[in-house]
C-alpha cells in the first residue's frame, strides 16, 4: 500500500508550475515562431496567467482599505504593478503576429525596370569626428545601387569636413542656423531637394556613425514595389558593444540590449502595420515626405512621429528585418542613458501632439493603440523598477507589508504568470531575455527615465536635443559615481535592513507572518540586480574591436623570407597573428584578402605568435573600412550564449578588486 503524499500547502503550489516547465521542454520541439496560430496561443495563455495574477494580487493582497501607511504603500505599489501589467498585456498582443518582408524584397528585386530609382543617401552630422565619418562616407560609396548621390549634412559648419567631402566626391550641405536639430536639417536639404529639375525618386538616412552594407539600397527599395509604402525601416546592428555588455564583461555571449526590440518587436508591430521608424538606417519615398511637408518638428524623436504623420497621411510603413547597416553604440553609461532618456521625453511629446492617440486626426485605431503601447512602456516600467527596489525596505525599517501573501500563494500566482511568460517570449526570440540582465539594464537609466516621463506629460514644449556623444578616449577606467551613488544607498539600505532583521528582535516583525518569505526572497533578489547595476557603473576600457572577426590565414612578407600565418584580432590600426615569431621592429607585409600587401610593423610579441601595427595608404585604409563595416553579415551577438554568459560574469565579479585598485586612479577622472 502507497503512503499518502502530503506535499504541504508550499509544495501543492510548486505544482502548478510544474506543468509549465513541462511545456518549456517539450514546446521548443513543436512551436515555429513566425506561425500567428502558436503565437496566439502563447500569448493568450500569457493574457490569461496575467490577469489571473492581477485579479489576485488586487483581491487578496493588499492591507485593509482606510487611511493607513500600510494601505497607501501597498495601494501605490499595486497601482504600479497593474500599469505595468496592463503595458505587458499590450505586448502580448502585439507579439501574436510577425512578419518578414525577406521573401518579399526578394521576390520584387529590381522591380523597377531599366532605369533605377535615383536615391539621395542623407548623413546628418553636428560634432562627430572624422574616424566615425569617413567609414560612414566610404561605406555609403561602396553601396551596389548605381543611382545614388551621398550628402553629408554638416549642422557644425566644419571646413575640414567640407574638405573631405570634396575629396571623396560627395555632396556637402550647411545651413546657416541649427534650429530644430536633426529634424531640421534634414528639412534644409529636403527643400534644396524639391528644388531641383529632377529630383530623387527616395531618401535614406543614416546616423553620422552608421555604415550601410552594401545591399542596403537594392534590398530595401524592392519594398517600394507597393506604391502605398511611403517609409522602409532596417533594424540597427552595433559593431561595437553596449555599456551593459562591456562593463559586465558579457560582449561576447549576450547581445546589444536593442536586439529583442529590433529583432522581435518591431517584426511583429510590422504584423499589425504599426512598425515605425527609428531614424537611421530608414528610406523613405520622396513623394510621401513632401506630402507631409517633411520631418516633423513638434518632437525630439522626429523618427517615430514621421511614422505617425506619413500613417495619419495615409501612407504605409514597412519593417525589413535584415542586417542592412551598423553602427556605434552608446560607449558610455551617461550617453547611453541621455539616449534613452531623450526617447522617453519624445515619446511624452509626441502622445500630446497633434498626432497623439486621443487627438482628432486621420490615424487608424491600430495607429493609436501603436502609440499608447509605446507611452505605457516608458511610463509604467521604470517607476515600477525602481518601486521594486524601495518597497521592501519599508517592512524592514518600518513593519508595512506592502504585499500580504504567503509563499505558496506567490508561487501559484505569480510564479506561474513569471514562469510562462518567460517560457513564450524566449521562445519567440529564441532565448535573448534574461530577468535579471534585463532588471540591471531598465534600472541604470530608471531615474531620469522616469523624470523625463512626467515632465514629458507635464511640460511637453521647450526641450532641447540632447546629442548622444560618440566616440572620444575610452582607454581608462572611469567610475560614474553620480550615476552609482543612489544604488550603492539602495543596496547599502537593504543589506542592514536584511541583517537587522536577522540579528535583533526589534525589527524582526511578525505580523507578515509567511509574508516574510517573500519580503526575504524579494531582497536578496534585489541585492543581486543592485550589486549587477553597481558593477555596470564601472566602465572598463576600451580597444576597437569587430566582433564578427574570426581566424584567417595570411602570409607575412619579410624580405625573402615568406611564413604562413592566422590573422586572430583585426582593427583599423592593429593585428594580432598566430603561428610564428619575428623582433619587435620588425617592418613587414602581410597579403590580406580585400585589402592587398599591407605593410606592417611588429609592435611587440604574443606567447602564440605577435601583435603588429598597420600601415596601410589611403586607398588601403577605405578597403579596411570595407572589410569591416559594409559586407552583408550581421555584427555583433544575436542569442544568448547562457553558459559562456554566467562564465564570463564570474570572470567580470572576480575581477572586481583589481578594478577597485585601477579605480583609485581614475577617481581623479570621475565623471559627473
Not at 493574457?47 to 493607513?68: C, N, S
Not at 558593444?241 to 549576450?254: C, F, K, T, V, W
Not at 526641450?463 to 560614474?480: C, E, L, M, N, Y
Amino acid at each position: 500500500m502507497l503512503p499518502n503524499l502530503y506535499l504541504g500547502d508550499f509544495g501543492a503550489s510548486l505544482m502548478h508550475v510544474v506543468p509549465i516547465l513541462g511545456a518549456a521542454l517539450i514546446l521548443p520541439y513543436l512551436i515555429n515562431r513566425n506561425d500567428t496560430r502558436h503565437r496566439v496561443f502563447l500569448f493568450a495563455i500569457a493574457i490569461v496567467f496575467a490577469i489571473r495574477y492581477a485579479w489576485w494580487r488586487t483581491t487578496e493582497t493588499i492591507a485593509p482599505v482606510g487611511w493607513t501607511v500600510d494601505f497607501l504603500a501597498s495601494g501605490l505599489l499595486l497601482g504600479l504593478e497593474l500599469m505595468a501589467i496592463v503595458s505587458s498585456i499590450s505586448a502580448f498582443f502585439i507579439l501574436m503576429r510577425y512578419r518578414d518582408r525577406s521573401s518579399d524584397s526578394d521576390l520584387n528585386a529590381g522591380w523597377w525596370g531599366e532605369e533605377p530609382p535615383k536615391v539621395a543617401l542623407l548623413i546628418a552630422t553636428y560634432n562627430e569626428e572624422l574616424e566615425v565619418l569617413e567609414r560612414t562616407i566610404i561605406g555609403s560609396k561602396a553601396l551596389r545601387h548605381p543611382e545614388k548621390e551621398i550628402m553629408v549634412l554638416d549642422d557644425g559648419r566644419r571646413d575640414w569636413l567640407r574638405d573631405y567631402c570634396e575629396k571623396q566626391g560627395v555632396t556637402y550641405i550647411r545651413r546657416p542656423d541649427n534650429k530644430h536639430a536633426k529634424a531640421g536639417n534634414i528639412n534644409h536639404t529636403l527643400q534644396l531637394l524639391w528644388a531641383r529639375e529632377r529630383p530623387p525618386d527616395y531618401v535614406a538616412v543614416l546616423d553620422a556613425d552608421f555604415v550601410p552594407h552594401r545591399g542596403f539600397l537594392s534590398r530595401t527599395l524592392a519594398l517600394f514595389h507597393d506604391p502605398t509604402v511611403g517609409l522602409v525601416q532596417t533594424p540597427q546592428h552595433f559593431f561595437n558593444a553596449d555599456p551593459i555588455q562591456h562593463n559586465l564583461g558579457i560582449s561576447r555571449s549576450y547581445p546589444d540590449e536593442q536586439r529583442f526590440f529590433f529583432d522581435d518587436m518591431q517584426p511583429s508591430r510590422d504584423g499589425w502595420g504599426v512598425a515605425f521608424c527609428c531614424g537611421t538606417s530608414s528610406i523613405m519615398r520622396l513623394d510621401a515626405l513632401k506630402d507631409i511637408g517633411g520631418f516633423p518638428t513638434d518632437s525630439i524623436t522626429e523618427d517615430y512621429m514621421i511614422t505617425l504623420c506619413l500613417q495619419n497621411a495615409g501612407w504605409q510603413t514597412a519593417y525589413l528585418n535584415e542586417p542592412l547597416t551598423e553602427g556605434l553604440a552608446p560607449e558610455g553609461l551617461k550617453e547611453y542613458v541621455t539616449q534613452r532618456s531623450r526617447w522617453c521625453l519624445g515619446m511624452m511629446q509626441i502622445a500630446r501632439s497633434r498626432v497623439g492617440p486621443f487627438r482628432k486626426n486621420g490615424l487608424r485605431l491600430r495607429d493609436r493603440w501603436s502609440v499608447i503601447d509605446a507611452s505605457l512602456y516608458w511610463i509604467t516600467t521604470f517607476p515600477f523598477r525602481v518601486a521594486a527596489m524601495v518597497f521592501p525596505l519599508l517592512y524592514w525599517y518600518g513593519n508595512i507589508t506592502v504585499v500580504d501573501a504567503s509563499p505558496a500563494d506567490v508561487v501559484t500566482y505569480f510564479g506561474c504568470f513569471f514562469v510562462w511568460n518567460l517560457m513564450a517570449i524566449n521562445l519567440m526570440s529564441r532565448g535573448n531575455v534574461v530577468p535579471i540582465l534585463t532588471d540591471v539594464s531598465q534600472l541604470l537609466g530608471a531615474l531620469p527615465i522616469t523624470r523625463a516621463a512626467f515632465v514629458g506629460l507635464v511640460q511637453p514644449r521647450g526641450h532641447p536635443f540632447s546629442v548622444t556623444a560618440k566616440g572620444g578616449d575610452r582607454s581608462r577606467i572611469v567610475v560614474q559615481w553620480n550615476m552609482l551613488a543612489p544604488f550603492a544607498i539602495l543596496l547599502g539600505l537593504t543589506v542592514i535592513g536584511l541583517l537587522l532583521g536577522l540579528v535583533t528582535d526589534r525589527f524582526a516583525f511578525n505580523d507578515a507572518g509567511e509574508g516574510k518569505w517573500v519580503i526575504l526572497f524579494w531582497t536578496i533578489y534585489n541585492m543581486i540586480v543592485l550589486t549587477l547595476t553597481i558593477i555596470a557603473c564601472v566602465e572598463l576600457p576600451r580597444r576597437e574591436r569587430h566582433v564578427a572577426d574570426t581566424p584567417e590565414r595570411i602570409t607575412f612578407k619579410f624580405g625573402s623570407e615568406e611564413k604562413r600565418m592566422w590573422v586572430t584580432s583585426l582593427t583599423q590600426n592593429t593585428a594580432r597573428l598566430r603561428g610564428g615569431h619575428f623582433d619587435v621592429g620588425t617592418y613587414g607585409k602581410i597579403d590580406l584578402p580585400g585589402v592587398g600587401e599591407l605593410p606592417v610593423f611588429v609592435l611587440a610579441q604574443t606567447a602564440d605568435g605577435m601583435r603588429v601595427e598597420l600601415m596601410p595608404d589611403e586607398e588601403q585604409r577605405d578597403a579596411l573600412f570595407m572589410r569591416f563595416y559594409t559586407e552583408d553579415n550581421t555584427p555583433g551577438i544575436s542569442v544568448v550564449d547562457t553558459w559562456n554568459m554566467l562564465g564570463d560574469m564570474a570572470r567580470r565579479i572576480s575581477r572586481i578588486s583589481r578594478d577597485k585598485t585601477a579605480g583609485k586612479g581614475a577617481a581623479l577622472d570621475r565623471k559627473d
